[in-house]
């Protein structure tokens, strides 16, 4: 009797389908799960001579609803967002920072030179240069601590990177792990696809993809995993781990390196430019780092050279309370020259800044190709100056006539405001020795030193003064003040650009999700309609055994 | 469409999220009355603010420094009114003494009186501001202006404030411009008796340009006439403005000029340059009275060009002479008759320049009083710039405030009624 047979075979498949309605139902809310479903087929017929009977249903696999381009374009898009979230994070601060326009360098700015006014409008008076002392070191410490803040988000992205890398790494182990369980559970049931594993590394492929932008090629069931412009990470059953190290033009900045092998069994280590990393949050941070931070703190120094040069220019043609001709008023560090990894030669070149006004926000690339130095702006990439001795560009000087013995790709990388700000300091303590007054020809001869003037002059504290609002920075563009509204607004603009272009990532997101999830989601009403069918499956397949029953007692019941 | 459940969760959470991140913003807009809460709201608007709040406070700066100057003026006009007083107080003295029928002793008197002036003068000469700087002591504030000895030993740096962003104002005067100067632009001249000669009773006095079509207008000719006998004398000839390409004053002589006793006028005469030179009339006279006698010498200096004028020396030669015994000799009252006349131009001339520099005073406080109009001006200017730029439309963000709070209302609303609508949730068996 095969109604008995039917009703099993009916029972069987309702079962694995109340079983998989109850894995989705169950899984409705695990992040990367893809809705599931029972394949089922008929058992095919007998033939009998009234026709072909048939023998039931028969339950084939179990597969996942899942549409890899719908999954590409998901995490790919998440991929961005993270770079986007990260960036955002980490200049909201320096936006932040500069909120307040009422404190910070700004009111520094201003209180400065109100000081310089007042001596200049009473020069022998003891309390004001007193006063202006008092200000001209609170400018340079608010100046040192916007920048020792900039400094410290600078040693924050670099923990960042360090921390980020070890969790790619940490995902590349899992993702391999689970490229061999996917390997083993196919030996063990093969021709059943198993979706749980496949699920998971999905899952696990999507939240790499939001530390860094990674390319994922499948092959035979397994994933392998590139980074950067093809740098191979995962590959084959082999994962070759990124690893952190001081960059080698600048040792203070953390670059990501990846190994590659040596061909003598071991590996080595190449550093992977920032460029090349875009995506997720390792992209968002080295972007942030070049785009923003970089430049930021370069604006700064160039700010705090400024302001130390034009001032101490200045000054110097002035004389104190006693006559003696004046110093430098602001004290302030020179360029700083970053010796290239590995260079031959025998010294570093002597680099001076002359002319703060001319001055840029790049850095610069300093390469020995044996017979003459080019120098190459850095980010812009475009030369600068070439040639040998002394190569003057953008009011900076370089000296090569200390470098002995430079051999071919001999490099330096010249930063020539990155630390300014750091090391801006107030060069006098003594009021009397401000050099407020100006000089005098005291014997009607031009060719003879002038002496200075009594201490109620005031004409060199006029002229300080008047740099308040002299165009003394970017080739005669910018005024002191205007340099920092430029940093402002600079930082402004990055962060509206970032927050817009997160929102619209973050809609574009949205509208992949939910594609994705129109056809990988569960949705649980529609799993309620589904239990309430298989149900019906279930009770309709039951009472076939209950009516083969029933036969089978009727068959019986002829015989009594 | 598939709507997963998921979605819909994370659909609702992403909304409400959006328009609370919104409000929170309004939050923050309506607590700190900031339209930007930050630079990136608006970056150019936050540039710009910068740089208008350095306008205001430069704004602000020029007013203290307007304020500076207007009290140092005001100490020096102080200073040059009790100066204006002392010299008519003077000028008076000088007339009494010219009365002839005062006695050695009653001139002693006067010049016990000259003598309380000049040090009243001196003290003038040395006033301190609220600093203890000395006033008229250009860039040597720390040391008076006169000596004792009436020498002026500061020097001639005036002491500017910045007024405004392009104008800078003298906040006071060079002691060498107020007591060392003829008023800018006279034309006079001041006659002294250098040297008198022996039994000379001649009196100069009142030297002018009696025709001015002489190559003299501008007074820039000196004389020195030195008698050699009681009817001859030698003058010597400076012109302080020579033609180019002289750059010096250039200096002539003419020697035995005739006298004729008993002549109240003598015209000046210039050299023609020839050999010899052949004298030129220059149109400028003198009075003279009395009779010169050989050894006299006197000078005829336009005052412009008086590099020894000096009101202290002018005092100093006044009391010597007033000290001097004169009343039975002739020739001692011309020699005294002279000094007066040569002491009431000079004080003429530095009466008037004193008024001068209070003119100038007062022009300049006149000029610090219409910038501080100006500035206030300005100050609202930029107040009213930063409001448009920074301050936070109060009904607009109400409004906005009122929307967002029923956007968020209507989104959670939303969401609870679709999430309740799940058929797990009807009571289903």
């Known amino acids: 009797m095969n109604l008995a047979n039917l009703g099993k075979a009916g029972l069987l498949v309702a079962q694995n389908r109340l079983q998989t309605a109850g894995h989705n ?19 095919g017929a007998t033939a009998t001579a009234g026709g072909w009977i048939g023998r039931g249903v028969l339950a084939v696999g179990v597969q996942r609803a899942y549409d890899n381009f719908l999954y590409t374009q998901l995490t790919q898009s998440q991929t961005k967002g993270a770079a986007l979230a990260t960036y955002g994070d980490q200049i909201g601060q320096i936006n932040n920072l500069l909120a307040d326009r009422t404190v910070g360098i700004t009111p520094a700015i201003q209180a400065f030179f109100d000081g310089l006014q007042a001596v200049a409008t009473a020069p022998a008076d003891s309390a004001a240069r007193q ?6 070191n609170s400018l340079a410490s608010q ?3 916007a920048n020792a803040f900039l400094d410290e988000q600078r040693s924050n992205v ?17 993702i391999q792990d689970l490229n061999r369980q996917i390997s083993t559970a196919k030996a063990v049931s093969p021709g059943q696809p198993p979706n749980d594993l496949f699920d998971q590394r999905d899952q696990l492929v999507a939240e790499l993809g939001q530390l860094v932008d ?7 069931d397994r994933v392998n995993i590139t980074v950067g412009n093809g740098q191979v990470v995962l590959g084959g059953d082999s994962v070759f781990h ?4 001081p960059s080698a033009a600048d040792p203070s900045r953390l670059a990501v390196s990846y190994a590659i092998p040596d061909g003598a069994g071991g590996v080595t280590s190449v550093e992977l430019k920032d460029s090349l990393i875009t995506g997720g949050k390792l992209g968002g941070l080295l972007t942030f780092r070049r785009e923003a931070l970089d430049t930021v703190q370069n604006d700064l120094g160039r700010l705090a050279t400024g302001l130390a040069m034009a001032i101490n220019q200045v000054h110097r043609q002035g004389y104190d309370l006693t006559g003696v001709q004046g110093g430098d008023f602001f004290s302030l560090a020179g360029p700083k020259v970053i010796r290239g990894e590995g260079n031959v030669a025998g010294a570093d070149p002597a680099v001076t800044i002359t002319d703060a006004n001319q001055l840029g926000t790049q850095d610069y690339q300093v390469s020995y190709d044996g017979a003459s130095y080019t120098v190459t702006r850095v980010p812009a990439g475009t030369v600068a100056a070439a040639g040998n001795g002394t190569l003057s560009f953008d009011g900076i000087q370089v000296d090569f006539s200390g470098v002995t013995a430079p051999a071919s790709g001999d490099g330096w990388l010249i930063q020539p405001t990155r630390d300014a700000a750091a090391s801006l300091g107030v060069a006098i303590s003594d009021p009397g020795r401000i050099a407020a007054a100006g000089g005098v020809d005291h014997d009607g001869d031009p060719a003879t030193p002038e002496v200075g003037a009594g201490p109620a002059n005031g004409d060199i504290a006029l002229k300080l003064a008047a740099l308040q609002t002299t165009k003394v920075l970017g080739n005669g563009a910018m005024s002191l003040n205007e340099a920092y509204a430029q940093i402002v607004n600079k930082v402004g603009v990055l962060t509206q650009q970032n927050t817009t272009a997160q929102k619209a990532q973050e809609t574009l997101i949205q509208q992949n999700y939910s594609a994705q999830q129109a056809v990988s989601g569960v ?18 397949a039951s009472r076939l055994i209950d009516v083969s029953s029933t036969l089978f007692d009727t068959l019986l019941s002829l015989r009594s | 469409m598939r709507i997963s459940t998921n979605l819909l969760f994370n659909t609702g959470l992403k909304t409400i999220g959006t328009q609370q991140a919104d409000l929170m913003h309004l939050y923050q807009q309506i607590g700190s009355g900031q339209r930007m809460v930050t630079p990136a709201d608006d970056p150019l608007a936050a540039s710009q603010s910068i740089n208008i709040a350095q306008s205001q406070s430069l704004n602000q700066r020029f007013a203290e420094n307007r304020a500076v100057a207007q009290r140092s003026l005001a100490t020096e006009e102080d200073a040059l009114g009790s100066l204006t007083l002392l010299l008519q107080d003077v000028r008076t003295r000088v007339v009494e003494a010219g009365g002839g029928a005062l006695s050695d002793a009653d001139r002693g008197t006067l010049a016990t009186a000259l003598e309380g002036a000049r040090a009243a003068m001196l003290a003038i000469a040395n006033t301190t501001d609220g600093n203890g700087q000395y006033v008229f002591s250009g860039s040597k504030g720390q040391t008076p202006a006169y000596t004792d000895a009436g020498v002026y030993v500061g020097d001639g740096l005036q002491r500017d404030i910045q007024a405004d962003q392009t104008r800078r104002i003298a906040g006071s005067d060079v002691g060498s411009d107020v007591f060392q100067r003829a008023q800018p632009g006279a034309l006079g001249y001041s006659s002294r008796q250098v040297v008198q000669g022996s039994g000379s009773t001649a009196v100069l006095s009142a030297p002018m340009v009696a025709d001015s079509t002489q190559g003299n207008a501008d007074s820039r000719l000196g004389f020195k006439i030195t008698f050699t006998s009681p009817t001859t004398y030698d003058i010597e000839i400076t012109d302080y403005v020579p033609p180019p390409p002289a750059t010096a004053p250039t200096v002539d002589t003419l020697t035995d000029q005739v006298f004729t006793p008993g002549s109240t006028v003598l015209s000046l005469t210039r050299s023609d340059g020839g050999t010899p030179p052949s004298p030129v009339d220059t149109g400028t006279q003198v009075q003279i009275s009395g009779d010169p006698a050989a050894g006299d010498e006197f000078t005829v200096t336009p005052l412009q060009h008086d590099q020894g004028f000096n009101l202290f020396a002018t005092l100093d030669n006044l009391i010597a002479a007033l000290k001097a015994p004169a009343s039975t000799d002739a020739s001692a009252q011309a020699g005294l008759r002279n000094t007066l006349n040569t002491a009431m131009q000079q004080l003429a001339s530095g ?17 610090l009083s219409a910038m501080d109009d100006v500035g206030t001006q300005r100050k609202l200017g930029y107040a009213k710039d930063l409001q448009r730029l920074e301050d936070l439309d109060y009904y607009e963000a109400t409004m906005k405030l009122n929307l967002r709070k029923m956007a968020l209302e209507g989104a959670s609303l939303a969401f609870q009624t679709i999430q309740s609508l799940s058929l797990f949730n009807m009571g289903g068996k």
């Open chain 1, 25 to 43: 139902i169950n899984n409705s809310d695990t992040e990367g799960y893809n809705r599931q479903s029972v394949l089922s087929q008929t058992a």
């Open chain 1, 131 to 136: 006063e202006l002392l008092g200000r001209a």
């Open chain 1, 143 to 145: 100046v040192r601590s």
């Open chain 1, 158 to 174: 670099n923990t960042q990177i360090r921390t980020t890398v070890t969790q790619v790494n940490s995902y590349l182990d899992r």
């Open chain 1, 214 to 220: 990674v390319n994922v090629f499948e092959q035979d």
């Open chain 1, 242 to 245: 990124l690893d952190v190290r």
């Open chain 1, 523 to 540: 949705n649980l009403n529609e799993e309620y309609m589904n239990l309430n069918q298989y149900q019906e499956q279930f009770r309709a």
């Open chain 2, 351 to 367: 009466y008037d320049n004193v008024l001068t520099v209070r003119a100038s005073i007062g022009a300049r406080m006149n000029e």
